[in-house]
């Protein structure tokens, strides 16, 4: 009678499981293999960790530009001709792109850190092959839509270097557990000493990075100026129509100290605030004037101007996502706006004690009011009764005949051409202000405005760098920011540089120390564990550890018809890739 014996019993394994079967779809036992990886799959191992890279970039950079994406929708808008936030599809998707990616490349990670064999399931190659492709597709596409915003990625490393320095630092840190494993375990290659090498220049590098940081935040707190003053960019555009009265009041309520708006001059030459060059946005042209609303808007009389309704559409299309939080007071006021003449806006700001800052839109040749528009603008001015001193004067053109007023410039300039032109201060975009710039344009008394500043990031970088005022389209958002978001003397930065610099040095050692420490002593346990006859009968054909693990999966509760007896043995070591047997006491 023969008894019908199990010849090995499994642990259950259910998180190397999950791992295998998740990431190839290898659920059973025997499908899993611990042989070295195909270069089939190490390429698609190198295209995943490209896709996390890219993607990580293409995050950060949505992250940085939420400063401007009312700029975005502007170009959208352009190009389309139809008002919407095109950042939500693309947001959503990148979100769900990055931690699909993510979640795929903490499998991998898995597969090497357990030895296991990298094998991508078809369907995850698909994705991770799609999701790079959009990915590419999208960064061409803000290239050529908004190429200018590029500029972004390095004034932002200005805020956030130190704090991606000491997470790349960490990252590269965990990392060289696998790296120390790869090397140590295995048998010496020109391959790992390339690894090796490339991974010790990687450290190397990210220990000297911070000597290429310029961070206007690193600085003596005895050494910050005052805070700077906030103007209100077309009003509060986010929280009411932009270049109306309600927009205008809202940012005098949430703390701006001057209003910014676009001026247009109509045909019978009334200066009236307007961005765009037609009323399609921001009006019901549709509804009132449908024949003429592709027409410029200073084509229009102030009678038919003022007939338009400027605060319905704020209602209707909800560009901010703000709309909703309004009371019934609010909206009923909203919708009841109308265009906004230069006057009203500077008998506002004369009222609040405030100073306004004009960007004037010159009329067209064959406009009527195209060589009087100067005086147009003037008469609004003296009109309003503000004092000539607290309105800035931003075109070019006809800078000659303006007197009294302070004159400006949207452009960088020279210390010498700005004396030439009598030009007292600067309208600046931030990719514009450097630290540098900003210094000697103070030290020669010219007063420098950054735009658009929306982020508490921003402002607080601006704020280190001496910028005595913003432009920003959130005034609200901006007033929630009494203090820099951080401020660090150079003292300070330097002992948790270097600190965390030798921390990681000494767990990088640590973990290469352990790995062969443990590769060492492994391999002495295993040679004090085999017999002599162990090991001669070990010495047989080698067989991947794919083949013995199915070879264990076939014979496991099969029966034994080779005359084996219940007390014989079959011993596979998947582990070295040998197969053997050893008997023992036979009985029936």
């Known amino acids: 009678m023969v008894k019908h014996q199990p010849l090995q019993v499994y642990e259950k394994q259910v998180f190397l499981s999950f791992v295998t079967g998740v990431y190839g779809c290898r659920w059973k036992r025997y499908q899993r293999s611990q042989d070295d990886s195909s270069r089939w799959e190490c390429t698609w191992f190198i295209l995943l960790c490209s896709s996390f890279l890219l993607l990580l970039f293409w995050a950060y950079f949505w992250l940085v530009a939420q400063n401007d994406i009312n700029e975005f929708n502007m170009s959208v808008y352009n190009l389309s001709g139809e008002w919407s936030d095109e950042t939500i599809p693309l947001l959503a998707s990148s979100t769900i792109g990055f931690s699909y ?21 078809w369907v995850h ?18 290239d050529d839509l908004w190429a200018d915003e590029w500029d972004i990625l390095l004034v932002s490393l200005q805020a956030t270097a130190p704090f991606l320095h000491l997470g790349a630092l960490t990252t590269v840190t965990a990392i060289s557990w696998l790296v120390a494993g790869y090397v140590v375990r295995r048998e010496r290659s020109t391959f790992q000493v390339l690894v090796l090498l ?28 005052h805070r700077p003053d906030v103007i209100g960019r077309r009003g509060a555009p986010m929280l009411a129509p932009e270049n109306t009265m309600v927009s205008f009041n809202r940012a005098l309520q949430h703390g701006a100290s001057s209003l910014e708006a676009d001026v247009s001059i109509s045909v ?21 004037y449908p024949s003429r609303q592709y027409d410029d808007a200073s084509s229009f009389n102030w009678t038919e101007i003022r007939s338009l309704n400027a605060g319905q559409w704020f209602l209707e299309s909800d560009p901010y996502w703000t709309a909703k939080t309004l009371t019934e007071r609010d909206r009923a006021r909203i919708a009841n706006q109308s265009v906004c003449s230069l006057v009203d806006m500077l008998r506002l700001a004369s009222r609040a004690n405030s100073s306004a800052l004009l960007d004037i839109r010159r009329p067209p040749p064959e406009h009527p009011r195209h060589r009087s528009w100067f005086m147009d603008t003037l008469w ?41 032109r ?63 978001i951080w401020l660090m003397s150079h003292h300070a930065y330097d002992f948790i540089w270097i600190t965390s610099d030798l921390v990681s040095l000494a767990v990088v050692i640590g973990i290469f120390c352990y790995q ?25 054909t080698r067989r991947t550890s ?40 036979i009985s029936r």
Request: charged share 20%; with cysteine.
């Open 546 to 585: 794919r083949e013995v693990n199915i070879m264990k999966e076939k014979l496991i509760f099969s029966d034994i018809n080779n005359g084996l007896g219940s007390s014989e043995e079959l011993s596979l070591y998947p582990e070295n890739g040998y197969a053997r047997y050893s008997h023992s006491n």
């Open 516 to 540: 062969n420490y443990h590769m060492i002593r492994w391999k002495m346990s295993g040679m004090q564990n085999y017999n002599p006859e162990q090991i001669m009968l070990s010495a047989v």
């Open 268 to 288: 019978d030459g009334v200066p009236f605030l307007m961005r765009d060059s037609t009323f399609r946005r921001t009006t019901d042209i549709s509804k009132v």
């Open 198 to 225: 490339i991974y010790t220049l990687l450290l190397l590098a990210l220990f000297l990075a911070p000597l290429t940081f310029t961070c206007p935040c690193i600085m003596d707190r005895h050494s910050l100026t």
């Open 125 to 142: 190659k698909i994705g991770v092959l799609a999701t790079l492709l959009t990915t590419i597709s999208g960064i061409i596409s803000v």
């Open 380 to 420: 609004a001015v003296q009109k309003a009764g503000i004092s000539q001193k607290r309105v800035t004067w931003t075109p070019d053109s006809d800078r000659g005949r303006v007197r009294g007023l302070q004159q400006g410039a949207n452009e960088k300039l020279s210390i010498k051409e700005i004396r030439q």
């Open 422 to 484: 009598g030009i007292t201060s600067l309208n600046l975009h931030y990719s514009k202000a450097h630290h540098k710039d900003i210094e000697e344009y103070l030290a020669n008394n010219v007063s420098v405005t950054v735009y658009p500043v929306n982020e508490p990031w921003l402002y607080s970088l601006l704020w280190c760098s001496g910028v005595p005022s913003v432009s920003s389209d959130a005034p609200q958002v901006l007033r929630k920011v009494p203090y820099p």
């Open 101 to 121: 990616i993510t979640f795929l490349l903490m499998l991998a990670l898995s597969h090497i850190s357990l030895g296991q064999q990298l094998n991508l399931y």
